[in-house]
Nanobody, 116 residues
C-alpha cells in the first residue's frame, strides 16, 4: 500500500522557520523524483520545489528561491522541505508528490499558517 505522510506543519510567525517531512512507503522511493506543492485557499496548486531521484538536482519556484531548501534521505525514504524567512503568503496546505514515468502519488498534505 502506497503511503506518503507529511508532517511538520503548524502556525509560525512571519520570519520564522518550519521543516516539513514526507515519509513514504509502498514503492521504491529512490526511483522517484519528489516534489513539494502547496495550495492556498482560492488559488491553484503551485509547484514549490523539486528534487531528483538521487538528490543531485533541485529546482524551486521563484517565490521561494533562497528561502526554502528541499532535500531527501533515500535510506529513510523521506523528503524534507526546510522553510526559512516565512511570509504570510506562504500560508497553504503543503503536499508531497512522488513522480516518475511509472506514475505519481500524493500525500494528504500538512497545513502551514504564517501569521502574527
Amino acid at each position: 500500500q502506497v503511503q506518503l505522510v507529511e508532517s511538520g506543519g503548524g502556525l509560525v510567525q512571519p520570519g520564522g522557520s518550519l521543516r516539513l517531512s514526507c515519509a513514504v512507503s509502498g514503492f521504491t522511493f529512490s526511483r522517484y523524483a519528489m516534489n513539494w506543492y502547496r495550495q492556498a485557499p482560492g488559488k491553484e496548486r503551485e509547484l514549490v520545489a523539486v528534487i531528483s531521484s538521487t538528490g543531485g538536482s533541485t529546482n524551486y519556484a521563484d517565490s521561494v528561491k533562497g528561502r526554502f531548501t528541499i532535500s531527501r534521505d533515500n535510506a529513510k525514504k523521506t523528503v524534507y522541505l526546510q522553510m526559512n524567512s516565512l511570509k504570510p503568503e506562504d500560508t497553504a496546505v503543503y503536499l508531497c508528490n512522488a513522480a516518475s514515468w511509472r506514475g505519481e502519488y500524493w500525500g494528504q498534505g500538512t497545513q502551514v499558517i504564517v501569521s502574527s
